[in-house]
């Protein structure tokens, strides 16, 4: 069925770091791919997406490019702050059904 | 505030004592979930309903019920709670239905420990 497999943390880094966080899926089609963050003590938000291959989702400095080729959606930040710390999802939807992956916890230091 | 809201947010109960989370979202959604949130698991959808009357199976129904007699609320009811379904439970809707359109709203979720 369809999945989507992301990088494990947790992942440390200092304040101003860049960030990559790898996921990748895998699909019977053509997925819309989406990457939502979990602050401490919130429910998920979307932070960013892309329906279709070569599309790039962008939001508050983060970017993620829909890689039909590699079957990727890898979302990256160039300078990360402390208030970036969170858990991050990736998921894809197909049709009505959304899959999520595990999670990757980001802790950013001052 | 749009916004959808669940309750408890935190339950500590015992084994076999039936007990129900209360979902409400006031966006005039259509669609609606339940997830739980285990570590290393991500979240796993439970059941989730289309439209007002219309519910379905997601992948880790057992031992949960729904139900959804109108559109606003869908609380989720475990008859007879065991300790493996203590989690981190989330509500989530969204607009749109066939297909699932719109993004997922989710509720701030509930935390329940049953021992």
């Known amino acids: 069925g369809d999945s989507v497999t992301q990088m494990e943390g947790p992942v440390t880094l200092s304040e101003e770091a860049f960030l990559t966080i790898n996921c990748t899926y895998t699909?019977?089609?053509?997925?819309?791919l989406f990457w939502y963050v979990q602050y401490p003590g919130e429910g998920l938000q979307l932070l960013l997406k892309?329906?279709?291959?070569?599309d790039k989702g962008s939001n508050k400095g983060f970017e993620a490019t829909y890689r039909k080729e590699t079957t990727s959606f890898h979302l990256e930040k160039g300078s990360v702050q402390v208030s970036d710390s969170a858990v991050y999802f990736c998921?894809?939807?197909?049709?009505?059904?959304?899959?999520f992956g595990a999670g990757t916890r980001l802790t950013v230091k001052p | 505030e749009a916004q959808v809201t669940q309750n408890p947010r935190y339950l500590i109960t015992v084994t076999g004592k039936k007990l129900t989370v209360t979902c409400s979202q006031n966006?005039?959604?259509?669609?609606m979930s339940w997830y739980r949130q285990d570590p290393g698991l991500g979240l796993r959808q439970i059941y989730y309903?289309?439209?007002?009357?219309?519910?379905d199976k997601g992948d880790v129904p057992e031992g949960y019920k729904v139900s959804r007699k109108e559109k606003r609320n869908f609380p989720l009811i475990l008859e007879s709670p065991s300790p493996n379904q203590t989690s981190l439970y989330f509500c989530?809707?969204?607009?749109?239905?066939?297909?699932?359109?719109?993004?997922?709203?989710f509720g701030e979720g509930s935390r329940l420990t049953v021992l």
């Open positions: 892309a329906t279709k291959a070569d």
């Open positions: 309903s289309m439209n007002v009357e219309v519910t």
């Open positions: 966006m005039n959604h259509e669609y």
């Open positions: 699909a019977t089609g053509y997925p819309s």
């Open positions: 998921a894809l939807r197909m049709g009505n059904d959304m899959r």
């Open positions: 989530a809707s969204s607009p749109g239905t066939s297909p699932l359109t719109g993004e997922l709203f």
